[in-house]
């Protein structure tokens, strides 16, 4: 990637729950993001935008040629969860989200 812009489509996946995923749920979890790579995304991602349902748009400060392969395995920060679900039940511990996370289908 050459371009400050990664762009890319939540493809249909289901959480535990049945539930569809959707980009704002990608947005919300990568913007309370917490790991041990925090501080290097929000330094090198500008704004998050959920398009629409299925489409998440990273806009980069720079552009940084592995960001998505350091974003969706390298860090953790790929981990998705459910926003409607977070801000039901609140914050729980890496353990609890185990029995939460997305499966692919």
Excluded at 1 to 6: E, L, Y
Excluded at 25 to 43: H, M, N, P
Excluded at 50 to 56: G, I, K, L
Excluded at 90 to 103: A, F, N, V, W
Aim: aromatic share 10%; with cysteine; net charge positive.
């Amino acid at each position: 990637m050459t371009s400050a812009t990664s762009s890319c489509c939540a493809r249909t996946r289901v959480s535990a729950n049945g539930e569809p995923v959707t980009a704002e749920d990608v947005k919300f979890s990568s913007e309370r993001y917490r790991g041990a790579a925090q501080s290097l995304i929000k330094e090198r991602v500008e704004a998050i935008e959920a398009s629409d349902p299925q489409h998440v748009r990273f806009k980069l400060k720079k552009p940084w040629p592995d960001f998505l392969t350091f974003y969706s395995s390298a860090s953790g920060a790929g981990w998705i969860v459910h926003k409607k679900y977070v801000e039901k039940v609140g914050e729980l511990t890496p353990r609890q989200y185990e029995d939460i996370t997305i499966k692919g289908t």
